[in-house]
């Protein structure tokens, strides 16, 4: 194989998202015989490197003896080389097990992959850091003796109470809105603090100065999340308990290294070794890590699933079907189909919230590709979210005040109020389109405007208090409807060891009973035998035994009769106890449901595709690993020629078939219920094309306009 094979191969594999890759190398044997001297073309490594079970993992050492024309192994991400095959495969078995911990997030249940562009993700997080927050940020962190989660906190809270020196926000005069700069921080009083403004004009000049409280001025959201903080507090310090910073990050800030006189009685600081001192202090370290961690490799068996690109075809497979290609007859150009499926999904899922009628994806696909200005579906999904951006009191509030407009949207108004976004959004993109929607010529714009429009909507919605409250309510709601979930399940699984323990009772009571019942009979046949034997028993006394035998008889049944009905009543009041906490369990589904967070992929196939199952609508969608194409399956019969083509051996694969199982039900009844409901029209159709053409009969609507007849019964007054 030459080099340009090799390149070739490569490049192949860099058009794959690295977080689903882990060694697509090995996709044929023919790729895993590398010449050597090739491999310097390989992946970029990121410079951190994962925890292994939370401890530092050293990686084998490339041996010094290849020859320039040895056939070797290559590991893509780490740059290992193997002479066997077995030794290669065994590591890349380790390295897919989610045994790995990103160093700079802590997250753990990670691929060896996973963890490296989690690290990569959080440096990238830490460089968008505002420089001008450095400083406040880490004088707070050094020394800190506060939880991390406690730490970040407490940060925030400060930098939103206290604006800092130099920034430009907006402040409330004389009932009126104006933009102002912090001048100086005036600490006046503890609990509340005083700020010297200058007022600015249209052209940042300053009008005049004055002093306002903190009520008086509009604080804008920190430019960073509480994720980035977290990254950013782990990168800059070397130690937590108290949290302690870099020396040369100290220094640069001239922060303080030495430790507080209150701290040194309860902590012992261990002095920060010098990367030679490290080297030389771990040296002996390392080699004692390496043996232990060829130690496990070895212990590690190659079992299923493994990674789906090294599944090979055994005597053992059973008989895959062959999955059917997806349909891929959508309106929208191929690469807007994403954006429409996302718009769609946010628009149906939020409706409460933004006070917006569902619709269906085909309606919604039919009144974007429509070429009229006013189609009351798309005006209304535009006011929807323009008016949750009003209530956020944000900036496009600001900017819609300056302009005197008022906060209702109506069908004529609603292209002023959407030019004012595209303004505000600063897009130069979308920002070539607001003459067009002026004029009244929305309905002309290109399908990939009016999607970007959309798409760009949803983003600031998805960014705005309103928005990001009520996902907090949700997420809190929907933590308390999964634990109350946990015990009723908890409480099911009791109820039914005890109907089985019961069932077990039952069953040696009737046979400990039936025993009894024969021990009189017995009984008397004995006595029986006894007077013809000795002729010493008189016939009334028989007749005693034999009525006192029956007695004994008739009770045993009778409380054996009781304590069977007993127990059938106990255990029929088990089962209907039962059968409400399954009622139970149900409900509170239906109310997990209700509160929507987002919609997660079902899973992804062998080749990385993606496959979607939105609430609304009776589809499975498929997306290419590319995100360029997409198709879905939307009758019954092709969900399970589906199914019966995934290799369960594969971790992609059997997680997604474990998925469709789940909600197979869900699905395919569904989508006969839709089919169910297009033979329906079908034959109405059918029916009244066979009348007489004598009979004149009324025009029938057709599906593809439905979406002209859309009503918001949500919309508020």
Request: with cysteine; aromatic share 8%; net charge positive.
């Amino acid at each position: 194989m030459n080099a340009r094979l090799v390149r070739r191969e490569i490049a192949t594999v860099k058009t794959h998202p690295p977080t689903h890759r882990l060694f697509s190398l090995s996709l044929s044997l023919t790729f895993l015989f590398t010449i050597a001297r090739t491999l310097t073309i390989s992946v970029e490594l990121v410079d951190e490197m994962p925890l292994l079970k939370r401890k530092p993992f050293s990686l084998s050492e490339r041996p010094d003896d290849l020859k320039p024309d040895e056939l070797v192994f290559q590991i893509r991400f780490t740059k290992e080389i193997f002479r066997d095959y077995r030794e290669y495969l065994q590591r890349i078995n380790l390295y897919r097990q989610r045994v790995w911990t990103c160093k700079s997030t802590g997250k753990g249940n990670l691929t060896y992959e996973e963890a490296l562009v989690s690290e990569k993700q959080a440096i990238e997080k830490v460089q968008q850091f505002p420089k001008e927050l450095m400083e406040p940020v880490l004088r707070d962190v050094q020394f800190s003796m506060l939880h991390l989660r406690d730490l970040v906190t407490s940060i925030s809270t400060k930098l939103k109470e206290r604006l800092l020196e130099g920034t430009e926000i907006y402040g409330r005069k004389n009932n009126r809105i104006y933009p102002c700069k912090i001048v100086k921080v005036i600490d006046e009083e503890v609990e509340k603090t005083q700020y010297q403004v200058a007022w600015l004009d249209k052209d940042k000049k300053v009008t005049e100065n004055a002093v306002v409280s903190g009520d008086d001025l509009i604080k804008r959201k920190l430019p960073f999340s509480r994720d980035v903080l977290k990254s950013f507090i782990r990168e800059s310090t070397y130690r937590s308990a108290p949290w302690v910073l870099h020396d040369k990050l100290a220094h640069k800030y001239g922060i303080s290294t030495n430790l507080p006189e209150e701290l040194r009685d309860k902590i012992s600081p261990k002095r920060k070794l010098s990367k030679k001192d490290q080297e030389a202090a771990n040296g002996e370290r390392k080699r004692k890590k390496l043996k232990n961690d060829e130690e496990i490799e070895n212990d590690v068996p190659v079992k299923y699933p493994i990674d789906d690109l090294l599944v090979r075809p055994a005597a053992d497979d059973p008989v895959f079907t062959t999955r059917p290609p997806p349909t891929r007859d959508f309106k929208v150009p191929m690469e807007c189909v994403g954006d429409l499926l996302m718009i769609w999904d946010f628009c149906c899922s939020y409706s409460r919230l933004l006070n917006l009628s569902p619709f269906s994806l085909d309606d919604f696909e039919n009144a974007i590709c429509h070429k009229d200005s006013n189609v009351v579906l798309i005006v209304e999904s535009y006011s929807a979210l323009l008016r949750l951006l009003i209530k956020d009191d944000g900036d496009y509030f600001i900017a819609l005040q300056k302009k005197k407009r008022k906060a209702k949207i109506s069908l004529v108004t609603w292209t002023d109020y959407m030019c004012d976004f595209l303004e505000l959004a600063g897009n130069e993109e979308l920002s070539t389109h607001i003459t067009t929607i002026k004029r009244g010529h929305y309905g002309i714009l290109d399908i990939h405007a009016k999607l970007a429009i959309f798409a760009q909507l949803v983003n600031e919605v998805l960014a705005c208090n309103v928005m990001r409250e009520k996902l907090d309510e949700y997420i809190e709601e929907r933590k308390a409807l999964a634990a109350e979930k946990r015990g009723e399940a908890l409480e099911q699984g009791r109820m039914r060891r005890e109907i089985k323990e019961m069932a077990k009772v039952t069953s040696n009571g009737v046979e400990h009973n039936g025993d009894a019942s024969k021990k009189p009979a017995e009984k008397k046949h004995s006595s029986e035998n006894s007077g013809k034997k000795q002729g010493n028993t008189s016939e009334k006394e028989a007749n005693k035994v034999k009525v006192g035998a029956e007695v004994t008889v008739t009770s045993n049944k009778d409380s054996a009769a009781k304590g069977s009905k007993k127990s059938m009543d106990t255990e029929k009041n088990k089962t209907e106890d039962i059968t409400n906490i399954q009622q139970r369990k149900e409900y509170l589904d239906r109310e997990m449901e209700k509160r929507f967070i987002r919609t997660n992929p079902l899973g992804k196939d062998r080749d990385y595709n993606r496959y979607w199952y939105f609430r609304k609508e009776a589809r499975i969608f498929v997306e290419s690993c590319d995100h360029k194409q997409w198709g879905y399956y939307a009758t019954k019969p092709e969900v399970d020629a589906l199914m019966g083509s995934l290799n369960e051996k594969g971790e992609r694969e059997k997680a997604l078939k474990q998925q469709l199982e789940k909600r197979y039900n869900k699905i395919s009844g569904e989508m006969q219920k839709k089919s169910k409901e297009a033979q329906r029209i079908q034959m109405e159709e059918e029916a009244a094309l066979r009348r007489s053409s004598r009979v004149r009969a009324p025009p029938r609507d057709n599906p593809a306009r439905a979406f002209l007849k859309y009503a918001n019964k949500l919309k508020e007054d």
